[in-house]
């Protein structure tokens, strides 16, 4: 499966959105999520390809009313979604609510939401809660009020199978609530959730993604761009730019530590070993921890011996 953005934040924006797609489903991909705006005209930049109506296709949304104007799109050309993704104002990264207001909502009323407006229409698409999933119990409860299937992404951050540096891991273990922002230093224009202590935020580097095109708007303008030249002007010596970030960069660099509303969570999943520092889990005993535990609790793994323990005995 593949997560592509609508908002694409580059030239031609339009024609680069078709052509991923057209691409993903040339590879053979078996499922296309449609992420980060509306996606009133992606059935159509599909529609003449020969798996259109193989490919699996999924949209996400943050509320039913953000999901009409797509269903109504998709139906003229008759491919309704084979599956919605509802995110709501928990989760991690790029968020479909307001900085200021994120907390005025709830995932459970919003997915109700959809719920019912597909049963009004009498369509069966299966619906897949996502943001703030953090125990097994949280599943059930979404399970058992109509839910098809939870997404879930923060609690794996701590594995061994993910990608992210472990000092990066470590990070996301020790951090406690006060350390989790919501701002809008995304170039996009999107609100993100991260760790406020991300190297990324008050960067000064040069923008990198500028000559690319990666993030400028459809008329060859980039917000970071323009945020790092007013700060080029008044302090050249010494810039660090407070309110944008050179996104890319700083992602390829694993500088911005976006996560879930929950990530301080995290250190309560696992245990704390002698050397100071978090096991680290596999995704196993995460996925087996959804399925088998109950009444919101967590259901630790077994405790490793930590390297600093190994030598230790070993010298023994």
């Known amino acids: 499966f593949i997560n592509c953005m609508e908002k694409l934040t580059m030239n031609s924006p339009r024609d680069t959105l078709q052509a991923r797609l057209l691409a993903a489903m040339d590879s053979g991909i078996e499922g296309i999520t449609l992420s980060a705006g509306l996606?009133?005209?992606?059935?159509?930049l599909m529609k003449d390809h020969p798996?259109?109506?193989?490919?699996?296709?999924?949209?996400?949304?943050?509320?039913?009313?953000?999901?009409r104007p797509f269903l109504k799109r998709a139906a003229k050309y008759k491919r309704l979604p084979d599956y919605i993704t509802v995110e709501g104002p928990l989760a991690g990264g790029h968020l479909g609510f307001g900085a200021d207001d994120w907390q005025e909502y709830d995932l459970k009323t919003i997915v109700n939401d959809v719920l019912v407006f597909l049963k009004e229409n009498e369509l069966n698409i299966p619906v897949v809660p996502a943001g703030g999933v953090f125990t097994g119990t949280d599943a059930v409860e979404f399970l058992e009020s109509g839910s098809s299937a939870v997404q879930v992404a923060?609690?794996?951050?701590?594995?061994?199978?993910?990608?992210?540096?472990e000092k990066t891991k470590h990070h996301y273990l020790e951090a406690v609530e006060d350390d989790i922002v919501v701002n809008t230093i995304s170039p996009t224009g999107y609100p993100m959730r991260m760790l406020r202590q991300s190297p990324g935020i008050g960067s000064g580097i040069r923008p990198n993604c500028e000559a690319f095109g990666y993030i400028l708007d459809s008329k060859g303008h980039c917000q970071y761009v323009d945020a790092y030249n007013r700060e080029l002007e008044k302090n050249p010596e010494?810039?660090?730019?407070?309110?944008?970030?050179?996104?890319?960069?700083?992602f390829r660099k694993f500088k911005i530590w976006t996560c879930g509303q929950y990530v301080y969570r995290l250190k309560d999943t696992?245990?704390?070993?002698?050397?100071?520092?978090?096991?680290?889990?596999?995704?196993?005993?995460?996925?087996?921890?959804?399925?088998?535990?109950?009444?919101?609790?967590?259901?630790?793994?077994?405790r490793k011996i930590s390297a600093g323990s190994n030598i230790s005995l070993a010298a023994a």
Do not use: W
Request: with cysteine.
């Open 51 to 67: 798996r259109f109506h193989d490919v699996l296709i999924g949209i996400i949304v943050s509320s039913a009313r953000a999901l």
């Open 39 to 44: 996606h009133l005209g992606s059935m159509e």
């Open 154 to 165: 923060t609690r794996f951050t701590v594995t061994h199978e993910c990608g992210l540096p």
């Open 238 to 250: 010494n810039i660090s730019v407070q309110d944008k970030t050179c996104l890319c960069t700083q």
């Open 270 to 302: 696992t245990h704390k070993l002698e050397d100071g520092k978090y096991q680290l889990l596999s995704a196993e005993e995460v996925f087996q921890d959804y399925q088998f535990s109950k009444d919101h609790t967590i259901n630790l793994p077994d």
